[in-house]
């Protein structure tokens, strides 16, 4: 309802809404819950999110395990980065089931593909390399005496 009052000294009958009044639409539900938190996402969105997490989760330990050896620690930084952005933006990866589950995926398929579990089962063999002599820098006649 909309309550409308006659604005002083206008002398043409022009009506304002009176103050403290609302434009009532019939909608009364409140666009954020009572404790701050907006709506809980559609059975939709709760899928994508499970599925995003699940695919963060397994690709995670192959990303460290294939960057050169020296960049590791790099790779590492940046998958808790990747987390810790779906922390802030999604929400807590730490408390969901998706985590863990994908991490210890990862995890095993990269220890069975890659190594083998307990002896090396699945990895190559390289055989050790050998060294070629050095070929001689100096000339037969040419060799030093220690003399200055």
Do not use: C, K
Not at 24 to 51: A, F, K, M, N
Not at 52 to 60: G, R, Y
Not at 86 to 105: C, D, H, R, V
């Amino acid at each position: 309802m909309l309550q409308q009052v006659e604005a002083e000294g206008a002398g043409h009958g022009t009506t304002v809404p009176a103050a403290g009044s609302v434009l009532d639409d019939g909608d009364r539900r409140p666009l954020r819950s009572r404790d701050g938190r907006s709506r809980p996402g559609t059975h939709l969105e709760r899928r994508v999110s499970t599925i995003l997490l699940l695919i963060i989760s397994i690709l995670a330990p192959w990303v460290v395990h294939l960057a050169a050896p020296r960049q590791r620690a790099l790779a590492l930084v940046g998958v808790l980065a990747v987390f810790l952005l779906y922390g802030i933006f999604a929400e807590n990866p730490l408390t969901q089931w998706e985590m863990w589950a994908g991490l210890a995926a990862g995890v095993l398929t990269v220890l069975f593909l890659v190594g083998g579990i307990g002896g090396g089962g699945g990895g190559r063999t390289r055989a050790p390399r050998t060294r070629r002599p050095r070929p001689s820098t100096y000339d037969e006649g040419n060799e030093p005496t220690g003399e200055i």
